[in-house]
């Protein structure tokens, strides 16, 4: 999928700018960002829903606006609510799907079958939609999205409203679907967004602001680095301030927050230091020094959720577009 | 075309499976043939009180009463048939999903057009067994028969075009089946108004009359210019159906 120069304007409110992007088979890209980004927007526009103001998207080399018919026979949509006919069962829905999305008749029994089992939805082939739970009906989104093998799936939202254990088996089959297709997914959470992408798009205000692995945005953002450390002290009482104190003085080491645990001689110490910095070299010296001992030592990583506050508030990566 | 059919066994499935397609069988064919029994009613009248040696004319005593009763009581049923097939696709939220589906809007619409038009032929065929029964006792021209049903089927679907046009454009079904309603009965009394005006303000006003349009098939009378009327109205509001739906997309 490619997509071109994406504008989409409402009047005179201008929803896209210069979206520009392209996702590859096997490739899973996130889009986020809050509110009024022009996510949903753009992911209407990817699915043909609307149509853009100018610029254009492609699927298998079809334009989405002049040849919607070929580019929708590539296309899998999953919406965030999972749209369903009460009146129908999951199998007289799914043969719907199969038939409206150009699954030729011989194949359409068998492609049914396959997503019935492939999205573990088998035992309710035959219920009446409208008495499925929402994490069964979720997947049967997800059956019709992929009934027509596509090269491009789009999903919105793929596992809000699932409780933890079907969102985690709906990232998995998510990864399953990655072999053979493009992914695009819109998301709030930052564990599907974690897990799941290979890129993340961060859209501000009808633009990308940002796109990079989640592991690229994390060290961008990482201007400085944390570690948590437990320590015992022996001998007198230490206060925070003596914490403070002897550890600002060490080379390296920006800021220090200190409270005492349950035990009042163990002490928990978040260090905040440059980039880069060596606690064995900086940290274990002056422990010994003061002969306290260092009970645990670890590195506490930036985790998405916090480059996404980052972002929005405007912080500027390292090295940053 | 395979979008077209799949959409179309789809609509009539979920027809057969919800309460419109009954009520509207079970109002049709109750109030249909209990105007064929007030006719058949009417018409022993009419024989009896005829001089000796006169035979009074089956289709215009019995079939064109019936048949004209029946139409206005479609133009109030019709409206069940159209009001869900979009409206209810949006409230549901699988209209936005449809249209991700490889077809065209025109397949979209026209499928669905189809399948109402598909039930209302339906309940149309069920009622030649009145003309099937009179024929037991002879007297029934076919040819004007055939006439007869020509021209309901032809304002039916006008009507029906008028129902997925609010369909399309109402939020609500409920709203939908209230705009037809009023609109089919608008066009199918303002003949009766028309007999008051001025000449030339009645010349429009039947013009546009669905029952003064449908009145000369009911009499055997197949003009094409009121066939092409009935098709007019049916073309122009599928076409601003389809409108409808490429402007959302442009929006």
Redesign the interface.
């Given at each position: 999928m490619v997509v071109e120069r994406v504008c989409k304007r409402?009047g005179s409110s201008e929803v896209l700018k210069n979206v520009s992007f392209r996702v590859e088979k096997g490739e899973v890209v996130t889009l986020l960002g809050p509110n009024g980004a022009g996510k949903s927007t753009l992911m209407?526009i990817l699915?043909?829903?609307?149509?853009p103001t100018a610029g254009a998207v492609w699927i298998e080399g079809h334009r989405m606006d002049r040849e919607?018919?070929?580019a929708?026979?590539h296309?899998g949509?999953l919406?965030e609510?999972t749209?369903?006919?009460p009146?129908?069962t999951v199998r007289?829905y799914l043969h719907?799907?199969a038939?409206?999305?150009?699954v030729s008749p011989a194949r359409q029994k068998e492609k049914v079958q396959e997503v019935l089992r492939r999205c573990d939805i088998e035992e309710f082939g035959n219920r009446r939609m409208g008495i499925l739970s929402k994490g069964t009906l979720r997947r049967v989104g997800i059956a019709?999205a992929i009934v027509n093998d596509p090269s491009v799936l789009v999903l919105d939202e793929p596992t809000s409203g699932l409780d933890p254990s079907q969102a985690s088996s709906f990232r998995d089959l998510i990864l399953e679907l990655k072999k053979q297709t493009a992914i695009v997914l819109s998301t709030h959470l930052m564990i599907d967004a974690s897990e799941l992408s290979d890129r993340v798009l961060f859209m501000h205000k009808g633009r990308i602001l940002l796109e990079d692995t989640v592991e690229g945005l994390k060290k961008r953002f990482a201007e400085r680095d944390v570690y948590r450390v437990k320590i015992r002290i022996k001998g007198d009482m230490e206060t925070e301030a003596s914490f403070r104190e002897v550890l600002g003085e060490v080379e390296g080491i920006l800021e220090v927050d200190a409270s005492p645990s349950s035990d009042p001689h163990t002490w928990q110490v978040t260090v905040f230091t440059q980039p880069g910095w060596n606690p064995t070299v900086g940290l274990l010296p002056t422990l010994t020094s003061r002969n306290w001992d260092l009970l645990e030592l670890h590195q506490k990583t930036m985790d998405l959720e916090e480059v996404f506050g980052e972002i929005t508030r405007g912080a500027q990566p390292k090295g940053g577009q | 075309m395979?979008?077209f059919?799949?959409?179309y066994?789809?609509e009539l499935?979920?027809l057969a499976?919800?309460w419109i397609l009954y009520v509207f069988f079970a109002l049709f064919l109750f109030f249909s043939g209990w105007f064929y029994y007030q006719g058949i009613l009417s018409y022993s009248a009419w024989s009896i009180q005829a001089p000796a040696g006169t035979v009074v004319n089956v289709q215009q005593h019995l079939f064109v009463p019936l048949y004209s009763n029946m139409m206005f009581f479609l133009v109030l049923l019709l409206p069940i048939l159209t009001m869900r097939l979009v409206a209810e696709e949006r409230r549901?939220?699988?209209y936005?999903?449809?249209?991700?589906?490889?077809?065209?809007p025109l397949a979209l619409l026209g499928s669905k057009y189809l399948s109402a038009f598909t039930v209302f032929l339906g309940g149309l065929l069920l009622t030649c067994i009145y003309p099937l029964i009179t024929s037991l006792w002879g007297g029934v021209e076919w040819p004007l028969l055939f006439s007869t049903y020509l021209g309901i089927m032809l304002c039916g679907a006008a009507i029906l075009a008028i129902g997925l046009f609010f369909s399309t454009l109402a939020e609500h079904y409920l709203v939908a089946a209230l705009l037809t309603e009023t609109v089919s009965l608008f066009f199918w009394l303002i003949g009766w108004v028309a007999d008051y005006l001025p000449d030339r303000f009645s010349r429009i006003l039947f013009g546009v009359s669905f029952y003064h349009r449908l009145r000369p098939f009911l009499l055997g009378v197949v003009d094409t210019d009121d066939a092409l009327f009935f098709l007019n109205v049916a073309c122009t509001l599928l076409i601003l159906g389809y409108y409808l739906i490429c402007r959302e997309?442009?929006?």
């Open positions: 409402f209407r699915t043909g829903i609307l149509l919607p018919l070929l929708k026979r296309l949509y919406p609510q749209p369903f006919y009146e129908l007289e719907f799907v038939a409206a999305k150009g019709q | 395979q979008f059919w799949a959409l066994r789809k499935r979920i499976s919800s549901q939220g699988t936005p999903l449809l249209v991700t589906y490889p077809g065209s997309q442009r929006s």
